[in-house]
């Protein structure tokens, strides 16, 4: 079974204060995917990243990063000087390697970027 | 680029009525996967397509029947709606890869938002 845990279900910063966004997943594939998608009050699933589990090199993406630990289990994201326009749900999703394709979904973290 | 478009965007029904919803994946894209996301829920992996044979399922309920046409459309058909149905339903779409190297990214459409009074 395939589990994906975010831990902060709310967050809330003031504009341009660095945020960091957790996850751990726990899969018994010794192949899968992470992700994280950003869900903004429209709706829409907007995919940010996809993390090979061969693949620990960090990312970064203008201020976004992303820091994966196999040792640990965790794909944590973290936004630099934060915006409003950050402001959405964003959830972590981790897909085995499998038959089985579909991904599973962390709860999401709610994060709020005030003015 | 071509998106997964999903119709309609909105829906309302009442409850015990029925409800169809339609998905056209990403020309060429061979899998269609359905979600149903409810208020301040994640998504949830509902049941998948592959070359129009249901490839995998998750918890869809056994009132939901879905089916992937000839031209890799995808319906939803929801029977006797409850209250508990109103949500966000998604569809994704991919190209089926068996490299265990690459991967089939999933592509999400903008979602249908079902209502039920």
């Known amino acids: 079974a395939q589990k994906v845990t975010q831990a902060q279900t709310e967050i809330s910063v003031v504009e341009k204060e660095d945020v960091t966004l957790d996850c751990v997943y726990e899969t018994r594939d010794t192949t899968y995917y992470l992700f994280w998608y950003k869900q903004p009050p429209s709706g829409e699933l907007v995919f940010l990243i996809r993390r090979n589990s061969f693949d620990e090199q960090n990312e970064i993406s203008g201020r976004y990063s992303w820091n994966f630990q196999k040792s640990t289990s965790s794909f944590n994201f973290t936004i630099t000087a934060s915006q409003v326009v950050d402001s959405a749900v964003y959830f972590c999703?981790?897909?085995?390697?499998?038959?089985?394709?579909?991904?599973?979904f962390g709860s999401g973290t709610q994060l709020t970027v005030l003015p | 680029a071509a998106g997964v478009i999903q119709s309609p965007r909105h829906l309302i029904k009442e409850k015990r009525e029925t409800a169809t919803l339609k998905c056209y994946p990403i020309p060429r894209h061979d899998t269609v996967y359905w979600y149903q996301q409810g208020p301040g829920q994640d998504p949830q992996f509902l049941i998948s397509f592959y070359e129009k044979m249901q490839s995998d399922k998750g918890s869809i309920p056994d009132r939901f029947s879905a089916q992937q046409f000839s031209d890799y459309h995808s319906e939803l058909n929801m029977s006797s709606l409850e209250l508990g149905d109103s949500a966000l339903y998604f569809c994704?779409?991919?190209?089926?890869?068996?490299?265990?190297?690459?991967?089939?990214?999933?592509?999400f459409g903008p979602g249908t938002r079902l209502t039920v009074l």
């Open positions: 999703a981790l897909r085995g390697s499998g038959s089985a394709r579909q991904l599973t």
């Open positions: 994704a779409s991919s190209l089926l890869s068996v490299d265990r190297f690459s991967y089939n990214e999933q592509f």
